[in-house]
């Protein structure tokens, strides 16, 4: 993510987070990297996704995380947001 420096200021100020990818904001540390104003090049991007296509490692570790996030999100037995999201445009059309 890339904006606009005095917008980043002001955020930066206001919001007092210590992540912005939703996944990391719910596990409380950077399951996804996240490549922020001045991260965010080409060149770093570039590095950590060849990383992340060359570690088994890092996959496994990674695709646990989202495990753990799937099952924080929608526990065993209830249904996946995505379900309850349509259940809930379904029921609203029918009223």
């Known amino acids: 993510y890339k904006m606009n420096p ?3 200021l002001i955020i930066k100020m ?6 912005a990818h939703l996944a990391n904001i719910i596990l409380s540390r950077e399951v ?6 001045s991260r965010c090049t080409a060149m770093k991007i570039t590095t950590g996704l060849l990383e ?3 570690s088994k490692e890092m996959q496994c570790e990674q695709k646990k995380n989202f ?3 799937s099952l924080k999100i929608a526990p065993q037995g209830e249904d996946k947001p ?13 009223n």
């Open 52 to 54: 992340l296509i060359q």
């Open 82 to 94: 995505s379900r309850k999201a349509a259940q809930f445009v379904l029921s609203y059309l029918e």
């Open 67 to 69: 495990e753990e996030l």
């Open 32 to 37: 996804v990297p996240e490549y922020i104003q």
């Open 6 to 8: 005095i917008s980043a």
């Open 14 to 19: 206001l919001v007092k987070i210590k992540h």
